[in-house]
């Protein structure tokens, strides 16, 4: 059983950084892929961006050009550099791991992001 610890989150200015970090325990290997997604009031929870065990990334339309996702390989930390954030960055911020493609997805806690002047 993965068990996924968030850290990081809190309040930006806009235009301000940010940075996410999951880590996932009680994986005896490499996890096959790590994400973030995100959930803002009203909305489904959309994917911002996921990382897989070759390395390629993904990134959500949206923050493209302004998020750099990141992955510690051996340890499974997976973390979220968030720039020039938005006020639509504003959300709860969740991490995702699958440990292997045959495995259900784990869940974190959720991580509160707030972009506000």
């Known amino acids: 059983q993965v068990q996924l610890v968030e850290s990081g989150g809190g309040s930006a200015q806009p235009g301000g950084s940010l940075r996410l970090s999951c880590a996932a325990s009680?994986?005896?290997?490499?996890?096959?892929?790590m994400a973030w997604y995100r959930q803002a009031v009203g909305k489904q929870r959309e994917l911002v961006a996921e990382?897989?065990?070759?390395?390629?990334?993904r990134y959500s339309d949206d923050v493209k050009g302004r998020f750099t996702l990141s992955r510690d390989y051996f340890k499974n930390i997976v973390n979220l550099q968030m720039n020039n954030l938005k006020p639509e960055d504003t959300a709860v911020y969740y991490c995702n791991v699958y440990v292997t493609p045959m495995h259900q997805p784990s869940w974190g806690q959720g991580t509160q992001v707030i972009v506000s002047s």
């Open positions: 990382i897989n065990r070759d390395n390629v990334t």
């Open positions: 009680g994986a005896t290997r490499p996890v096959f892929a």
